[in-house]
T-cell receptor
Framework: NAGVTQTPKFRILKIGQSMTLQCTQD?????MYWYRQDPGMGLKLIYY???????DKGEVPNGYNVSRSTTEDFPLRLELAAPSQTSVYFC????????FGSGTRLTVV | AQKITQTQPGMFVQEKEAVTLDCTYD???????LFWYKQPSSGEMIFLIY??????QNATEGRYSLNFQKARKSANLVISASQLGDSAMYFC???????????????FGRGTQLTVWP
């Protein structure tokens, strides 16, 4: 049972590049989330989804997009990377408890 | 207003001693859940303990216990018999609504960096 799998673990992007952070879960959870964690800070919600085909914005959605075509997958898209998006990104899923992925450390230079 | 406040950026404790990490929360919901997570230097988020707002007993999980004071809106984590491996960042988080709530997001505090010394 893999839980929540995030790829890649590390990435360096140049300003203006685009990329997709992948997240997949095998627990058949309806709820999925993307958080970002800036240095010395707690996690802040970017986007969340309550089921396939349904997504909504969290606290800090600007510069990101998501899609949820299946229950398992919840990719996060960065269209035009900016230095302010340098952060650690966590994907999570929940039913009652929460399961977090291992994180993606993204640096934008 | 901050939903979750952790006022201790850093705490130090000697091995085998107990330590309390503070957390206060702000919500107008009657039903909510409080969580503590540990984040070691490797970066993963490890669930430690959960307290529901209607739970009458304070939650305990091994060496972890949650000192839940509803009237004061505090949910402090107590770690007994600290070990060197407890050195990590600790986050308090809250989910508003009950277990079945559609509002499933977690609000996190800024965290407390705990250092356990020999």
């Amino acid at each position: 049972n893999a839980g929540v799998t995030q790829t890649p673990k590390f990435r360096i992007l140049k300003i203006g590049q685009s990329m997709t952070l992948q997240c997949t879960q095998d627990m058949n959870h309806n709820y999925m989330y993307w958080y970002r964690q800036d240095p010395g800070m707690g996690l802040k919600l970017i986007y969340y989804s309550v089921g396939a085909g349904i997504t909504d914005k969290g606290e800090v959605p600007n510069g990101y997009n998501v899609s949820r075509s299946t229950t398992e997958d919840f990719p996060l898209r960065l269209e035009l990377a900016a230095p302010s998006q340098t952060s650690v990104y966590f994907c999570a899923s929940s039913r009652q408890g929460y399961t977090f992925g291992s994180g993606t450390r993204l640096t934008v230079v | 207003a901050q939903k979750i406040t952790q006022t201790q950026p850093g705490m130090f404790v000697q091995e085998k001693e107990a330590v309390t990490l503070d957390c206060t929360y702000d919500t107008s919901d009657q039903s909510y859940g409080l969580f503590w997570y540990k984040q070691p230097s490797s970066g993963e988020m490890i669930f430690l303990i959960y307290q529901g707002s209607y739970d009458e007993q304070n939650a305990t999980e091994g060496r972890y216990s949650l000192n839940f004071q509803k009237a004061r809106k505090s949910a402090n984590l107590v770690i007994s018999a600290s070990q060197l491996g407890d050195s990590a960042m600790y986050f308090c988080a809250m989910r508003e609504g009950g277990r079945g709530s559609t509002l499933g997001r977690l609000y996190f505090g800024r965290g407390t960096q705990l250092t356990v010394w020999p």
